[in-house]
């Protein structure tokens, strides 16, 4: 080392220890005031004045953690297209429609008991162990060989039946149309859940990103943090102890952006198979989730009173459907009248006086005496299944009434943290300023710097947290009391 190299370093080191001195004697002729938790709380944002000297420009700093997360493998548009993805490729709702489906070929069922039924048989039988016959015919007539029994011949008959009285068959249809109407309600309010489900992933999947962006700004400032403190060191003004701190700070703020990125990917995946896609999908920066909630109230309306809510309306149609099954059940001691008429014919050789077709027509009573009890035990099980109809009616009303009060009641919660947690973010804040602008005077010591900053890490987080959680609560309130069609 030469003596000018040497001569401009011991200058470089002598400036840097003046400048640190006029700093500590300006911080000791204003005395650093302990905050007042009755003062009014700053409203500028972190690193401006609030009253203090202006922080020294942060040095560079550059880490490959700093780059942004992996991008998902789609996006989402608008509000529009997660409505249209999940109602096309839920399989819930499939599910659900298919019942609907399945109940109307119930009803279709049901109607064929009243409608006439006509069939029709045909049969050719042939015969290996035959005998011939002389058979006289009339007189006159020359004998005539018959096989006997006969073979190879067509016999063919057709029969119709109308039920004329048949009160429990003109019953059942009636308990089929409704039982179709509590399939379209279950419909509905599947259709209600998997839309809650895919508004709340999407309200997700925008926190996840919002506190991944935030966990990379801190690991910055403490990357920053960690450069000064170095610098300190260099210049003799710190210790190792400051700069093992800073380390420690840093690598609190990556396990955050690990832990963060990782629920990111989780949230994108929720989102992914709520809208029935098997894969990480994410949401496009220009969708608000303000816009989502304000959107999600139209297409799904709310209702005037908890009894129209499409789960209970189900319930309740499904009560009336088992008191019918009651009915259905009862009535089938009943006695049924029906009109029968049947043709047939043949190719068989009868003799000639003998008439080959024939047609006739009956009425016929079928009057139930006794099936073993069968029906004693049918009418015991329908009423069985009535009362468990009924229970679980009453069950899911209470559960729906706590829920409404509990959904109106998490907005007010929600709210109420959001405002703390704006507080502890200012306060945090302040509290940061405070400890930087005294450690930078020496009147601090490093482990304070390092428990503010991460106080201001974590109220920023949860500050945005709560932001989301007051959306999260108001579509839960909307949707516990919302009517969402399984068909547009």
């Not at 042939?126 to 067509?154: M, N």
């Not at 816009?291 to 149609?317: G, H, I, M, Y």
């Amino acid at each position: 080392m030469t003596l000018k190299s040497a001569g401009l370093g011991l200058l470089s080191v002598a400036v840097v220890t003046a400048m640190l001195a006029t700093i500590s004697q300006r911080a000791g002729a204003q005395q650093v005031k302990p905050l007042d938790p009755s003062a009014p709380l700053a409203t500028t944002p972190v690193g401006a004045g609030a009253g203090l000297p202006p922080a020294p420009a942060p040095p560079p700093v550059n880490d490959p953690m700093l780059a942004p997360p992996a991008g998902p493998t789609r996006e989402i548009q608008s509000w529009a297209d997660a409505v249209a993805l999940t109602r096309s490729r839920s399989t819930d709702l499939a599910t659900a429609l298919a019942e609907v489906t399945r109940a109307e070929a119930q009803t279709r069922t049901s109607l064929a008991a009243v409608l006439p039924t006509i069939n029709g048989s045909i049969s050719f039988p042939h015969q290996f162990i035959t005998k011939q016959t002389q058979v006289l015919g009339s007189p006159g007539d020359a004998p005539r060989t018959v096989t006997t029994p006969q073979s190879d011949y067509f016999n063919g008959g057709v029969t119709l039946q109308q039920s004329v009285i048949n009160v429990q068959s003109w019953h059942t249809i009636k308990t089929s149309k409704e039982n179709e109407k509590a399939a379209r309600l279950s419909a509905d309010d599947t259709s209600r859940q998997i839309t809650l489900g895919t508004a709340t992933a999407v309200v997700a999947v925008v926190a996840a990103e919002r506190v991944a962006e935030l966990n990379r700004i801190g690991l910055r400032t403490a990357l920053e943090r960690r450069e000064l403190t170095s610098r300190k060191q260099v210049l003799g003004v710190g210790t190792g102890l400051d700069v093992v701190r800073a380390d420690q700070d840093v690598s609190s703020a990556r396990a955050a952006i690990v832990t963060g990125d990782e629920s990111l990917r989780k949230s994108r995946e929720a989102l992914g198979l709520a809208l029935g896609l098997p894969e990480q999908v994410g949401v496009a920066r220009s969708i608000s989730v303000d816009a989502v909630a304000q959107e999600a109230e139209r297409t799904c309306p709310r209702l005037e009173n908890l009894a129209q809510r499409p789960d209970l309306a189900a319930a309740q149609k499904k009560v009336e459907v088992a008191e019918r099954n009651v009915t259905n059940v009862e009535l089938n001691f009943l006695p049924t009248i029906s009109a029968q008429s049947q043709f047939s014919t043949t190719t068989a050789d009868l003799g000639n006086t003998a008439q080959r077709s024939s047609w006739n027509v009956m009425g016929v009573l079928s009057i139930p005496i006794w099936d073993g009890g069968a029906r004693y035990g049918a009418l015991r099980n329908a009423r069985a299944l009535r009362d468990e109809s009924k229970f679980s009616l009453e069950s899911q009303r209470r559960n729906a009434t706590i829920e409404v009060t509990q959904a109106r009641r998490s907005i007010t919660v929600a709210e109420s943290a959001l405002d703390v947690a704006k507080q502890t973010q200012q306060l945090a804040a302040r509290v940061d300023q405070l400890t930087q602008t005294a450690y930078r005077a020496g009147q601090g010591t490093s482990l304070e710097l390092v428990v503010a900053a991460s106080a201001l890490r974590q109220a920023e987080i949860s500050l945005a947290l709560r932001e989301f959680d007051v959306v999260s609560a108001r579509l839960q309130a909307l949707f516990a009391l919302a009517h969402c069609p399984a068909s547009p």
